[in-house]
Nanobody, 123 residues
Framework: QVQLVESGGGLVQAGGSLRLSCVAS????????MGWFRQGPDQEREFVAAISWTGSSTSYADSVKGRFTISRDNIKNTVYLQMNSLKPEDTAVYYC????????????????WGQGTQVTVSS
């Protein structure tokens, strides 16, 4: 069992930055690939970024490439999402997800989810 708790969301102006954190419980964190997803109002949950369990491989949605960076610290059981050059269309609830060993870009393929953290970007 893995429990995930996100933090770091908030209100920011367009062009600003935020760093989201997701702390995982459980002794097997380093065996899980981790991902970030988001869901805007009246929208489906969509993939944002993911990182392999070793941290050596990452994947990004086209909409965030060059602006967002995912990273992880397996000592601290934490995965991060650094978000720069934020746009109003990035406004959403951001969720952390864990999948056993392999990156999963489809929401339904992930094993565990956090409760989400709200990110609001004003224009």
């Amino acid at each position: 069992q893995v429990q995930l708790v996100e933090s770091g969301g908030g209100l920011v102006q367009a062009g600003g930055s935020l760093r989201l954190s997701c702390v995982a419980s459980g002794r097997t964190f380093s065996s899980y690939a981790m991902g970030w997803f988001r869901q805007g109002p009246d929208q489906e949950r969509e993939f944002v970024a993911a990182i392999s369990w070793t941290g050596s491989s990452t994947s990004y949605a086209d909409s965030v490439k060059g602006r967002f960076t995912i990273s992880r610290d397996n000592i601290k059981n934490t995965v991060y999402l650094q978000m720069n050059s934020l746009k109003p269309e990035d406004t959403a609830v951001y969720y952390c997800a864990a999948n056993w060993q392999s990156i999963a870009t489809r929401p339904s393929s992930n094993d565990y989810w956090g409760q989400g953290t709200q990110v609001t970007v004003s224009s």
